[in-house]
């Protein structure tokens, strides 16, 4: 679990993990430097399964590779502390992978708010995640819903074998998407080995305004479009990714060509629209000054 100025939060996160009826676990919290009562609230837990870290903040890829390092069990799974499991979360993808032997399993979400209600269904969460949904429905196809759109949603969805943990790697020292990054190097490593159970929310994700950040409007769609680039040209042939880059960069420069030229008309329309008005102003006190 990483945690960062979550004393609001990360108590109901921690519950949510220890009151698992899969009770054979432990609880890695690594603090990333927090600096209101997070810690005050993660220590006052007694349970002797939980361990707690403290270290500087070093943001929350640096955070989670670092509870990868420290765990020890066989299964590990990431929880953010400001969301919280459905209490027989554990058990259920465990049982999954007795079934299956999938090396990763990741659920539908619920989202909540700050006071832990679920958000309406007019939430715009509810559309972008719906059609990231039928993506993958209309397809069948991890990798292709993937390519669309997110609907792991966070990486308080991931539940994985160590030994997966181990192939895969350290998450990607990126800030907003690094879990993003990852699931593309889990399908990569284990195509046939991953689940979504899409059928099951077993995860409450919070949406609140400091995981809304104005400044990830901009860095995040950048992150977005090079991840999609990247994992996009990772299950093609080498032979035709000079076609497929050359295509993607010509269609970009195109948008941007066509936002450019509908700006400029835009421009030239309140121009002319402007200068008209000046000329019937200029007509009617004319006329005025005539009669």
Not at 193 to 214: A, E, F, P, W
């Amino acid at each position: 679990m990483p945690a960062y100025n979550h004393e609001k939060f990360v108590g109901a996160a921690i519950e949510s993990v220890l009151n698992q009826t899969l009770d054979d676990l432990e609880l890695v919290v690594i603090d990333d430097g927090s600096t209101d009562r997070t810690a005050n609230v993660v220590t006052s837990f007694s349970d002797p399964r939980l361990r707690y870290f403290y270290q500087d903040n070093q943001d929350a890829y640096n955070t989670i590779n670092r509870g990868l390092r420290l765990a020890t069990g066989g299964f590990i799974s990431i929880l953010n502390s400001d969301d919280i499991y459905e209490l027989g979360r554990l058990e259920r993808l465990r049982a999954i992978h007795e079934e299956t032997s999938a090396h990763c399993i990741f659920t539908d979400v619920t989202p909540i708010d700050d006071q832990g209600q679920i958000l309406d269904t007019s939430h715009g969460w509810h559309g972008w995640h719906q059609r990231n949904r039928d993506v993958y429905f209309r397809h069948d196809d991890l990798y292709i819903g993937f390519l669309h759109g997110n609907f792991m949603v966070t990486t308080s969805n991931i539940f994985m074998t160590r030994a997966a943990v181990r192939k895969v790697g350290e998450f990607a020292p990126l800030r907003y998407l690094h879990d993003y990054d990852y699931i593309f190097r889990v399908l990569l490593a284990y195509p046939n080995d991953t689940i979504y159970v899409h059928d099951q929310r077993l995860l409450s994700y919070r949406i609140h305004g400091s995981n809304t950040l104005s400044e990830a409007a901009i860095v995040g769609r950048e992150q977005d479009k090079a991840i999609i680039r990247k994992y996009l040209l990772a299950r093609c042939p080498q032979a035709m990714q000079a076609l497929i880059t050359t295509g993607i960069d010509r269609l970009i420069a195109l948008e941007h060509e066509l936002t450019e030229v509908r700006r400029q008309q835009a421009d030239d329309s309140q121009a002319r629209q402007q200068s008209v008005t000046l000329s019937s102003r200029l007509r009617r006190k004319l006329k005025g000054l005539m009669d």
